[in-house]
């Protein structure tokens, strides 16, 4: 990400932080809160509050790497579908993303896919999705205690890399905690004050090195000490098969009534078949 673009992404948070608060707060409400928690397991609740509003969880390793998640309908059904073949944080993250779509926008604009924190500069829904995704997975207020604690045990090992590589440390660290991505960290680390805008060295840093393989290399001498975990994987896991019985399941529905033949039934299964067969990584 350009550092002009993340000045851009900060702008538009400071200036609908009321009405994004405000987001936050219908979402909590939704949970039976009154006030923020720090959500141990996205993926769960949102599944519990997707089928609340009549959306089922789909999780599919997709070939193409830049979705993160996108909206379907399907035989009247709504599904958002989640790319596992993208990292479990970007899978967390695009979670809240579309709780934001389809719990608070409501949104039913259905096969359109997302691609997070790239190309939302000029998209004032999908900045305002972003930043919910971000309120929600990492609290204001919790945020800040655990930056603060972090910055508290940084070790002259790692002090001793690079100037900033305690504050990529925090980065890695924080990830791990709240189970989300690199720049969604790192644009919550500016927005509640934990580093500082005006630092134009640390940005630079920062946004340079938001690759896996530059963090590995900068921690190579203190690999015990790098926070990678399975956060930065992917799970591959996949419910096509869930969503090929609930097709068969209505399909049979609609024989049964008459509207459809049996071939009509063995082409649309095909056919479905054949394009998961085209979209899904093979292992």
């Not at 000490?225 to 996949?238: A, C, F, H, I, T």
Request: aromatic content about 10%; glycine content about 4%.
């Amino acid at each position: 990400m350009e550092k002009e673009k993340l000045l851009n992404i900060l702008k538009f948070n400071e200036e609908n932080a009321r009405d994004i608060q405000l987001d936050c707060n219908l979402f909590y409400e939704m949970l039976g809160r009154d006030s923020a928690v720090v959500l141990s397991d996205i993926q769960t609740i949102s599944r519990i509050l997707f089928e609340k509003s009549g959306y089922k969880l789909l999780r599919m390793p997709l070939k193409n790497k830049e979705i993160g998640a996108f909206l379907l309908k399907l035989n009247d059904a709504k599904y958002v579908v989640i790319n596992t073949s993208k990292s479990c944080a970007n899978n967390n993250f695009a979670l809240g993303h579309e709780l934001y779509h389809t719990l608070i926008q409501q949104d039913d604009e259905y096969n359109s896919a997302e691609v997070y924190m790239e190309n939302y500069d000029d998209n004032p829904n999908e900045m305002r999705a972003n930043a919910f995704a971000g309120s929600i997975i990492m609290p204001k207020n919790d945020f800040i205690l655990t930056s603060s604690l972090l910055t508290k045990i940084s070790s002259e090992e790692v002090l001793n890399i690079h100037k900033y590589a305690g504050d990529l440390l925090n980065v890695l660290t924080l990830m791990n905690n709240y189970k989300t991505t690199y720049m969604s960290v790192v644009v919550r680390c500016y927005e509640c004050d934990v580093f500082d805008k005006n630092d134009d060295e640390k940005m630079t840093f920062l946004l340079k090195n938001n690759d896996e393989k530059a963090i590995k290399k900068i921690f190579s001498e203190v690999s015990s000490r790098m926070p990678l975990g399975v956060q930065m994987e992917p799970s591959y896991l996949d419910d096509f098969k869930l969503l090929y019985e609930e097709a068969k399941h209505e399909g049979q529905k609609s024989l049964e009534l008459g509207w459809i033949t049996k071939e009509d039934l063995k082409y649309r299964l095909d056919g479905l078949q054949s394009a998961y067969q085209q979209v899904v990584e093979v292992r």
